[in-house]
């Protein structure tokens, strides 16, 4: 079975400074790869998603990620990190075992923003 | 369009008691799914189908049961309520090929 790893479960960074949230995942093939962000008491909004091509994938709010087949990871990365993205961040695969209909999740990482 | 909408957003049952939680979607998808979301677990995925009259299991199905009689809605039944299910629970829709999954507001459930 898939599984996910999100090994950071809290990180704070200054505001202004650069950001990178580490995600490895199993699985045998290229799985669907997604970052999903959630605020506190609300639902998940997804940042961005990958199915293939170029290993480098922009998304909303200022957020890109890069797939490492070598690595088996997708990092989240955000160059300039403002107070609102402070919230949790969830790192998600889909794969052709479950014919992409289900999302196996890491456990998340807390992001917290100094001033 | 609405999207994925779940009710109720709040709910506080006694032990034993039952209750359904109600999922709908708009968007003519054929994935559903359910999963609840505990702290420091992230969300775990408890049972799915992928189309009308179609169910499956996730990876924590015990105390639950779905069925899906229509593409549009998905409710999830509580059949015997523990505390150990206190939880938020998040419905999501995804359009066949998994290309997005779409999620509703979630449902917090307390179990006293």
């Known amino acids: 079975a898939q599984s996910v790893t999100q090994p950071d479960i809290h990180i704070t960074v200054s505001e202004g400074a650069s950001l990178e949230l580490r995600c490895n995942y199993s699985y045998g093939a290229t799985p669907y790869l997604f970052w999903y962000v959630q605020s506190p008491g609300q639902g998940l909004q997804l940042l961005l998603k990958?199915?293939?091509?170029?290993?480098l994938v922009q998304g909303i709010k200022g957020f890109e990620a890069e797939f490492k087949r070598s690595q088996s990871s997708f990092n989240l990365r955000k160059p300039s990190v403002h107070w609102s993205d402070a919230a949790e961040y969830f790192c998600?695969?889909?794969?052709?075992?479950?014919?992409?209909?289900?999302?196996?999740f890491g456990k998340g990482t807390m992001l917290l923003v100094s001033p | 369009n609405a999207g994925v909408t779940q009710t109720p957003k709040f709910q506080v049952l006694k032990t034993g008691q039952s209750m359904t939680l109600q999922c709908a979607q708009d968007m003519n998808h054929e994935y559903m799914s359910w999963y609840r979301q505990d702290p420091g677990m992230g969300l775990r995925l408890i049972h799915y189908s992928v189309g009308a009259g179609i169910t499956d299991q996730g990876e924590v199905p015990n105390g639950y049961n779905v069925s899906r009689s229509t593409t549009e809605d998905f409710p999830l039944r509580l059949l015997s309520a523990a505390p150990s299910q206190t939880s938020v629970y998040f419905c999501?829709?995804?359009?066949?090929?998994?290309?997005?999954?779409?999620f509703g507001q979630g449902t917090r459930l307390t179990v006293v």
């Open positions: 990958y199915f293939s091509g170029d290993t």
């Open positions: 999501a829709s995804t359009r066949q090929g998994g290309t997005e999954a779409f």
């Open positions: 998600a695969v889909a794969t052709r075992d479950s014919g992409y209909s289900t999302l196996t």
